[in-house]
């Protein structure tokens, strides 16, 4: 059987969209699980779209994701060069033959004959207003030209265009891996530029010679590359191609939260949460957007996320490692209709992971963000502190941003729950236990427990009483991870210093 090889070939234009992500990540299952080869192929012959730093961003995004490729622009490899823009006297190859064997021609139609074609059209109600089978017998090129003209034309420096003789009336019929079969007449099927006037092909035939060459057996690409695929077939039949083309396998869209419409970097703004790998420093209108990775998700959750947004196993399990992906995926099970980007979700695969996580690696998330901050956390701490707070959540700052009463006594408290519960017996409770901890130079969290219990006997009360005023004290706030725990890692001399705090910050909230 042939060797599996595919292809991601992102346009450096910016940043990488999280379909882009997907599509990647999809293209590495599948050459993993057939033991065959993930390209990563740059193709950047749009040089006006070109944007500085986005080469490197994706590469970063990808290794982020841990999806790694065998060949590409970095690491080489047999079907070099990988870069678009370091293949122009190839695809300019392919091109001059297509002209000589006829099934593309020179075009030297100015912008504004272009133009007029349009409108003649237009006027004539024609139902195309492109430049196809019918029109281009109105146009200058090599077709209405005479063979000497067009020498004439080129000789003197002329400007113009090659372009796809597209057949006037041929079936095009392809299997979809997703969407099945798919039949396309081309007398719907416009003349498209090939190669541009600068001399740069287009995106159509550096693909379509690039997966060629490349050997590539299966294009696996974002549906908005669907109406195009036709086109591809076309030039395969015109190079003489057709028994080595690819198989083709069309991803379904990705959708905004509420299923309306194609998600869009304007979403991102608006709902104030990541679409991307990771953070984009650009300029304009791309000045900046936020990264999945900076805003603490964890690599593991995001691509559990992704692999989501358009398959499902068809099981009720939805935590699929990178590893099982790669045995768990399949083809069969990508979804045809668009996916809605929630992010929710992309929280819950996230808490997840952050249940799951090796203490060192958030042990580590959690030095580094405290460092950020200027806050000192030693190993140790670190270690109690994710224990107690990695259930409790969503993204890796949190670690930190959530659990600050670890670090600093607290500057606010819960004030509805010291109104309900700053009174007898609680008071003489919290004296009480100032006297105890007094007398102490450490305590564990067992041993608090029985202290606290004899205090809260010794008062003639209990638990459900005291237990939320003194974690207010204590942390600030209502809610939390095992109390016991939180006092031992603080200590008996900074408990004693905050239950003192907080009597004086309690009876005055009680006054006011
Ligand atoms: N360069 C195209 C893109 O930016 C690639 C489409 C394809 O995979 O054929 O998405």
């Known amino acids: 059987m042939k060797e599996v090889r595919v292809r991601f070939a992102p346009s450096p234009t910016g940043v990488l969209h999280i379909g882009g992500v997907r599509t990647a990540l999809y293209n590495y299952l599948y050459a993993r699980q057939n033991a065959g080869k993930f390209i990563l192929r740059i193709e950047d012959t749009d040089q006006t779209r070109f944007v500085e730093g986005a080469e490197e961003y994706i590469m970063d995004s990808l290794k982020w994701c841990g999806v790694t490729w065998d060949e590409g622009v970095d690491v080489g490899g047999e079907y070099g060069p990988y870069r678009q823009s370091d293949r122009k006297d190839i695809y300019k190859q392919y091109a001059m033959q297509m002209v000589e064997e006829g099934t593309a021609y020179y075009a030297f139609d100015t912008a504004e004959e272009l133009d007029a074609m349009r409108e003649r059209l237009k006027e004539a109600k024609a139902n195309s207003l492109n430049y196809n089978s019918i029109s281009r017998n109105t146009m200058k090129n090599s077709l209405t030209l005479s063979e000497e003209e067009v020498k004439q034309r080129i000789d003197s420096g002329e400007s113009y265009v090659i372009r796809f003789k597209m057949p006037a009336k041929e079936d095009v019929r392809f299997k979809d891996m997703v969407r099945d079969w798919i039949n396309v007449h081309t007398s719907t099927l416009d003349d498209k530029v090939l190669m ?3 001399g740069m092909p287009t995106y159509h035939l550096a693909n379509v010679v690039d997966d060629h ?3 590539i057996t299966h ?8 109406p195009s695929a036709p086109l591809h077939i076309m030039l395969y039949r015109a190079l003489g191609w057709e ?9 379904p869209l990705l959708l905004k939260p509420d299923g309306n419409g194609k998600l869009s970097k304007r979403d991102a703004a608006k709902h104030g949460f990541p679409i991307f790998p990771l953070k984009w420093q650009g300029q304009g209108e791309d000045a900046e957007f936020k990264g999945f990775k900076e805003e603490g998700f964890m690599s593991a959750s995001f691509v559990n996320f992704l692999a989501f947004l358009g398959w499902n196993p068809g099981t009720e399990n939805e935590l699929f490692t990178l590893q099982d992906l790669v045995k768990e995926f399949s083809v069969e099970r990508i979804n045809k209709s668009g996916a809605k980007f929630d992010y929710q979700k992309a929280i819950w695969f996230n808490q997840q992971y952050l249940k799951e996580a090796p203490s060192e690696e958030l042990v580590s998330a ?21 224990e107690l707070m990695k259930e409790r959540i969503e993204v890796l700052p949190q670690l930190l941003n959530n659990a600050k009463y670890f670090f600093e006594a607290p500057a606010q408290y819960v004030e509805k729950v010291v109104r309900k519960k700053w009174k007898e017996p609680a008071k003489s409770t919290f004296s009480d236990l100032v006297s105890e901890l007094a007398t102490m130079e450490s305590i564990k969290a067992e041993g608090f427990q029985t202290l606290f219990n004899e205090v809260l006997e010794r008062n003639e009360t209990h638990a459900g009483a005291v237990m939320q005023v003194f974690r207010v004290a204590v942390t600030g706030e209502a809610g939390g991870p095992d109390l016991m725990k939180i006092v031992e890692v603080l200590g008996t001399k900074e408990v004693k210093q905050r239950i003192e705090n907080a009597v004086v910050a309690f009876n005055q909230i009680a006054n006011d």
């Open 366 to 386: 959690l030095i580094k963000e405290a460092t950020a901050q200027g806050v000192e956390c030693d190993e140790a701490k670190a270690e109690i502190i994710c």
């Open 219 to 226: 294009v696996i690409r974002g549906e908005e590359w669907l």
């Open 196 to 198: 541009k006037s600068d």
């Open 243 to 251: 028994d080595s083309m690819p198989e083709f396998a069309h991803l």
């Open 213 to 215: 060459l490349m050997k």
